[in-house]
């Protein structure tokens, strides 16, 4: 009777109210039945794995057993199938959910799928099946029956172990000349045999005597034995031919079935990329451009940049995850992140060091292959070979920069984005080439250098370590696998990559060195996983495509892929990559939330300084300390509109006079006092004022007014230093961009032919008009005499020593050529009592006279002593003798109005002389004030402005300039809680993802 019942493959007959020893009888037949199909699948099964679905993890080598199946010849053909296409029901499923959003029908999608009539010519049929099982079976009965069982008599051992192990020996001896013989004298097997000798391929063989007496007829009978046994092993040996014939038939089938199956997935994989950026160009609102800016690795590279910047003062270090690329150099480490990244975007020179700076590179998703900087916002199209050219240019020319001193290699990190479709998600860092020897062109410290900056990445206990070697040079003169195997002795966090694989197997004779590489006996070093890879053929100019083609077809026809010395999971850049982000997202998963822990700690000890050491004031870092210090200096650049004009040519008159009294003095006034008659003196002070206003006048002028405006500006920034307010960090910022502007500052070029012409007319005027001007110029000529006088006196004083009354009363005491000098002052004072009109030079009988009053009171002087003390004398006379003048000339006003001063006796051309140069500052400050109100202060805010703008770019600058503690632990504060915040953030989004 039989029931149909449903069951979980579909529905079944069953049989029921047959008795149970004929369902047990049933049941044995069928087990039968699998055992055999079992016994012949097995072997098949085998060649076929690669088609069966992958378990494990990418870095772990394929076992050698499957899963055999146990439901008949329909169920290994489903299981096939199934293993066949699970990618490409996954890759379905993704596109039909994409396809919704596309509007395509189902039946477009089912006319995509691939044609797989292919497995019907690779599967056998059940008719081929059935002869393979019945051919084992009969062979396996031949065997058994053919090979007699050999069994050593026990009289042999009666003899001693000295006899046995004689015989043994020979035995071993001549087993293969008995296998040949045998196979050529089978029909006669039993041989002729006489006393002592024995029948063989090489002749007769001679036995000891006493031996052969007494085991002639034992020998015989284990001959015949020995012969088939020979027999047999020759036949056994042809057929092991034949099965490795036929192996390395199936491997090779094996392998196209492999390539062909690899090419429809990246055929299905590229139609997967299409979509795919389809659907993030059709995602066009704000969240989706949003969510695809900030993708999982973008958010995890920006963590990563802040961290290349941080410098901290405690135990908190860097162990985020990365992938270190080291390796010797030209061995091939650029190329291998060209080949992941799927674009040339690295520079490359023949034997050169290139890579000078790490370059760390985050690898992510994108609808388009572009790359850019952290710091720019310029965007590369790598489909362009142009801009490929650019940037391998921009890359260049950034570690040429980075690298200063003299110095051949930098710890400055570059730090650049690709993105494109199909690209693993992780981040890279590709470091300088390990060096044996240093050449003439590099720094002496350059091997030294690029090992440090090697073991600064490899010491992060998270960092996987891909370890690239090159496969055509000696591996004893690798660099890089002792450095590894130091940074990770157990080969947990670290990856060996052997490149160049196609020259290795053209220049190595013995295929298992390569073998020996790949399974990690060769090198003293120990890794996840071990990969074999091809980059090119050496030309530069070649596409990541025709590579990618050269690579594929290398390893298609490559003895060392058909011997078995590599498997298909460790050759191809496209399965080191699967394998490298596998490994790298699996370590960030597990150290990044303790990592952020860390950068917690580190924040919490960082406030508590800051609480501590500077409870009332802002966290302000350098950048927001500079905004600060620009705004602090523009107000007072703006508060220089605030002085009044009045101010500006008080200000601009005393510094005129300042800087130019000594020349009014001893290269106008005093060469005109020194005539005889007012028109000699008018004559003289004309000429000079005429060559005085031609030639440097109006440029001092201009100097005055520069010099001004600084004076008052800085006055202003010192008055904001008394203020309660007044912050002291701002002190050498302040101070460096002043002085920085003010040398940058010049004058406006015309504004000193202007003032020119403007000085000279006010010189050629001699009329004083009003008798305020009058009293104006008597006092402005009283105050510069007494102002200069003062002066002269205190010089003589230095000259002649303390006066008596000091002595007396301070206990001060003249040295000797004080005392000198004062003996002689007293002789020069009475010639001037007795000639008040002398002249400003002596005679040379004058200085014989006083040199010989001089000895005479015990003081020996020289004639030019006599002359240097002379001047001072005498200009201090002559300014008593002008001042009095002034004081006289006050009065006559009216006098020299009406032209009569001569005839009171009276002359006041002194007066006249500097009311001119009076009234000529007078105009030179009211020029000079409207030129730095309404166009020099101006340009002077300007110019402040163009330095702050360069220090604000200019780090080194702001660094130097702004220092401090409380600046330096306001930039850590800043730092760890950006820092901390992105982790925070990356992980609630790797949490979100999971």
Known sequence: MYKLMKGRFGYAVRVVGVSQSRWARQKLCHQNERDQVRTVFVPVLRHYSSLLPARGNLLTLPGPNYGVPSRGIGMLIARVLRGALKIRYLVLGGSLAGGSALAKTYEQWKEALPDTKFLESIMPSQEELDAVRSTLISY?????NAVPEFTLDPKLKELGESRYDQLMLWFKERLDDAIRAAEEEKADSAGIFSDGEILTLSGVAKFPTPLVKDFSSDLKQ??????????AAER?????????????????ELMQVQLKYQKEVERLEKENKELRKSLMLKAGDTAARKKIKKSLIDMYSEVLDELCDYDSSYDTQDHLPRVVVVGDQSSGKTSVLE?????????????????????????????????SFKDSTREFDLTKESELAELRKEVELRMRNSVRSGRTVSHEVISMTVK????????????????????????????????SIS????????????????????????????????????????????????????????PDRIRKILSGKLFPMRALGYFAVVTGRGNKEDSIQAIKDYEESFFRSSRIFKGGVINSHQCTTRNLSFAVSECFWKMVRDTVEQQADAFKATRFNLETEWKNNFPRTRELDRDELFEKARGDILDEVVNLSQVSPKQWEEALSKKLWDKMVTYIFENIYLPAAQTDNSGTFNTTADIKLKQWADQMLPKKCVEVGWETLEDEFRKFMEHAKNSKDHDTIFDNLKACVVDEAMRRHVWEDKAADVLRVIQLNALEDRSVNEKQQWDAACKFLEDSVKEKLQTTEGTLREMVGPSTKEQWMYWYYPTEDQKKRSTVKNELEKLLVSEYAHKNTLSYDEVTTVRKNAQGQGIDVDNE?????WHPVYRRHFLRRALSKAYDCRKSFYAYHQGLEGELGVECNDVVLFWRIQQMFKITSNALRQQVMNREARRLEKEIKEVLEEYGYDQDKKEKLLTGRRVMLAEELKRVRQIQEKLEEFIHSLNAEK
């Open 140 to 144: 396996r009965d031949k065997i058994k």
């Open 222 to 231: 284990h001959a015949i034995s020995f012969s088939a046994m020979g027999s």
């Open 236 to 252: 056994e040996r042809e057929k092991a031919e034949t099965i490795s014939e036929k192996y390395e038939g199936l491997q090779e």
């Open 339 to 371: 080949m992941v990244a799927q674009a040339r975007i690295f520079p490359r020179g023949a034997g050169e060091m290139m890579t000078r700076a790490p370059v760390m590179v985050t690898l992510s998703e994108g609808p388009y292959h572009i790359a």
């Open 420 to 451: 494109g479709p199909g690209l693993q998600r992780m981040v890279l860092v590709d470091l300088p080439g390990i060096i044996s020897t240093v050449t003439t062109d590099m720094a002496t410290d350059t091997r030294e250098a690029i090992r």
């Open 455 to 510: 073991q600064q990445y490899m010491s992060n206990p998270n960092a996987i370590i891909l370890c690239i070697q090159d496969g055509s040079v000696d591996a004893e003169r690798s660099n890089v696998t002792d450095l590894v195997s130091q940074m990770d002795p157990q080969g947990k966090r670290t990856i060996f990559v052997l490149t160049k694989v196609d020259l290795a197997e053209e220049n190595l004779t013995n």
């Open 865 to 869: 002593f006599v002359r240097e003390t």
